[in-house]
């Protein structure tokens, strides 16, 4: 009896054993992907990079002749333009809801109104990229006139990283202790001053973390903008002119004229990028974690 | 004093405005993709659009029942390849990794989900399409479901293990302890106490891993060889039915709307009501799923 019981005390710890090694598979599986997706574009893509890639425009042609040079701009002015529109709307919204709208005395009209804010958020959130495309190119690019341009581009884009901001901007927000707020009402100030000069500045670590995330979302995504910005490999010369985006860049490079070295080359400079981001957003979240609580 | 009170107001209002902004947002995108699909659900029907088998906007049919099908089983072949790595990955970080290991296993998820999409469609277009050409079955060009599942399961897998790990993380300490101090081992208790506790959030999980995948578009694009066909197995064996290369919703969308005019354009943002309503029914039946579990306890 008793080594019947230990028999099969003996085994639960060997299933043990083995349901943890398959558990510690499946994390070197993940890592393994991860390994194998970066290695190759590192190692295939590093002998094209260089400073005069950075600089030289592309040439168009069939192996991609020329460097990136407005690729870049086009980038840059796509984060400029997108979260230059959407972080004064998003932060503005997140301050609605949290510091407006959350106040016990808003009747059953404000809490409904303030349900349906959060359902388009939501909803917003769970919007797949192509139908922000789609979006953009019938009220941009077609009905309003702009034509293939950044403007569309851009605009179509900042509604896509909206709620990204808006999410975590709430997040800083609900952050910031109640007694700041008590002691700066309690002074007499209105309620935008409190908001502007208390908390919003306690909260700015936060929302920044926001507007970095969503760069990254912008200089990553490519469905949007293959659909708003037109694919001309020329620089830029006004906010209604085409263009190409880095990711937009390596997709043109690997689809149309099959140039993988240098499409891995510019796809390396974007990983590097969102390793950078990454590295910015961890940084800025620890600091939040290690403010002492009050 | 008069002033301040007056800028109160006012950005009271103009916060409000910016509140309401993604309401309106949502509000617009609907308005203006049902009012640009409209023709084409008027003039070709909504019955036709959805089951005929046909796509060819030259002659006037449009028929998205290839591309549903492309999207619904490159989703799935991508939940059964990702899920079970996803979740095995969600536990081992919550459950049995040592802190060291975490540490750096938390930002490469990170980095696995910051990945642009664009840079996975080129690596599978590079590696993985000539490692599933290798597989001999006449007809097999390594394009098709099968080397976009693989794809789509790399990109799910931080969307998954990040929403399973939270959920995890978010059961009771006492129903691990409770479940420990009868004297179950480790395991035990994961598959018998802490699981099916966070059962909900891993389901939310597994969900918006298939919304991700559903709405992916150009990793798709480059895996998937576009061909506008209902994917059928290549020999007898219907296993083979993977290796068919197939189109997605998203590519339909992607691959044509640059040039379309009139009917067909009209056609595309009905291609896009579709992909939405299908997102919005994975997410309803999730809803169920968990409302029903809820009734449970």
């Not at chain 1, 510690?24 to 890592?31: R, S």
């Not at chain 1, 200089?219 to 020329?234: D, H, N, P, R, W």
């Not at chain 2, 709307?257 to 992909?275: D, E």
């Amino acid at each position: 009896m008793i080594s019947a019981v230990r028999a099969w005390s003996a085994r639960r710890y060997q299933v043990e054993r083995l349901a943890f090694a398959l558990l510690w598979l499946c994390g070197a599986l993940a890592m393994a992907a991860l390994a194998a997706v970066v290695t190759y574009v590192a190692v295939q893509g590093w002998p094209t990079l260089g400073l005069e890639m950075l600089v030289t425009p592309p040439r168009g042609g069939l192996s991609g002749e020329g460097g990136i040079s407005s690729t870049i701009v086009t980038t840059l002015l796509l984060v400029l333009i997108t979260v230059g529109v959407a972080a004064p709307v998003g932060v503005g919204a997140a301050v609605y809801l949290n510091e407006y709208a959350a106040q016990p005395r808003g009747g059953k009209r404000a809490r409904v109104m303030v349900a349906v804010m959060r359902f388009g958020v939501e909803t917003l959130a769970g919007v797949p990229s192509i139908i922000f495309g789609l979006f953009g190119y019938a009220i941009f690019v077609s009905a309003l006139h702009f034509g293939f341009s950044l403007v569309s581009a851009g605009l179509a884009g900042a509604c896509l990283i909206l709620p990204v901001i808006i999410r975590t901007a709430e997040e800083a927000l609900r952050a910031v202790p109640p007694s700041y707020r008590q002691g700066s009402l309690a002074l007499g100030t209105t309620h935008w001053q409190t908001v502007s000069g208390v908390v919003l500045p306690a909260a700015l670590p936060g929302l920044f973390t926001g507007i970095v995330l969503s760069v990254g979302r912008v200089i990553s995504e490519t469905a949007v903008f293959y659909v708003t910005l037109g694919g001309s490999y020329q620089m830029p010369t006004s906010l209604l002119s085409g263009g190409r985006s880095m990711a937009l860049h390596v997709y043109f490079l690997a689809m149309d004229t099959r140039a993988f070295d240098k499409a891995m080359g510019t796809g390396l400079i974007l990983i590097v990028g969102i390793v950078l981001i990454n590295l910015v957003v961890n940084g800025l979240s620890r600091r939040l974690a290690k403010r002492p609580a009050s | 004093m008069m002033t301040t009170r007056l800028v109160d107001r006012a950005m009271r209002c103009l916060l409000l405005a910016a509140a309401l902004s993604a309401i309106a947002i949502v509000f617009l995108i609907g308005l203006f993709t049902l009012r640009e699909a409209w023709p084409a659900i008027q003039q070709v029907g909504v019955w036709p659009l959805l089951s005929g088998t046909e796509w060819r906007p030259g002659q006037g049919e449009f028929g998205l029942l290839p591309m549903i099908a492309g999207s619904v089983l490159v989703t799935l072949g991508s939940l059964v390849l990702g899920v079970p790595v996803a979740l095995g990955c969600a536990v081992f970080l919550a459950e049995v990794a040592p802190h060291a290991v975490r540490s750096v296993m938390r930002p490469c998820v990170e980095l696995l989900a910051g990945i642009p999409s664009v840079i996975y469609g080129l690596f599978g277009l590079v590696v993985i399409v000539p490692m599933v050409r290798q597989i001999p079955v006449t007809g097999n060009s390594g394009f098709g479901l099968l080397a976009a599942s693989i794809v789509l399961a790399v990109m799910m897998l931080p969307t998954v293990t990040n929403i399973a790990e939270d959920a995890i993380r978010a059961v009771p300490r006492e129903y691990k302890e409770g479940s420990l101090a009868l004297g179950t081992t480790h395991w035990q208790t994961i598959v018998g106490v802490v699981v099916p506790a966070a059962r909900s959030g891993i389901v939310a999980a597994i969900v918006l891993g298939a919304g991700r995948a559903l709405g992916e578009t150009m990793a798709m694009i480059m895996v998937i060889g576009n061909s506008v066909i209902v994917p059928t197995p290549l020999d007898g064996n219907p296993a083979t039915l993977f290796l068919s290369q197939a189109r997605t919703l998203t590519g339909n969308v992607a691959v044509e709307i640059n040039y379309a005019t009139g009917l067909h354009q009209s056609a595309l943002f009905a291609t896009g009501v579709v992909l939405f309503a299908l997102i919005m029914i994975v997410s309803t039946l999730a809803h169920m799923l968990m409302g029903r579990e809820a009734e449970e306890r």
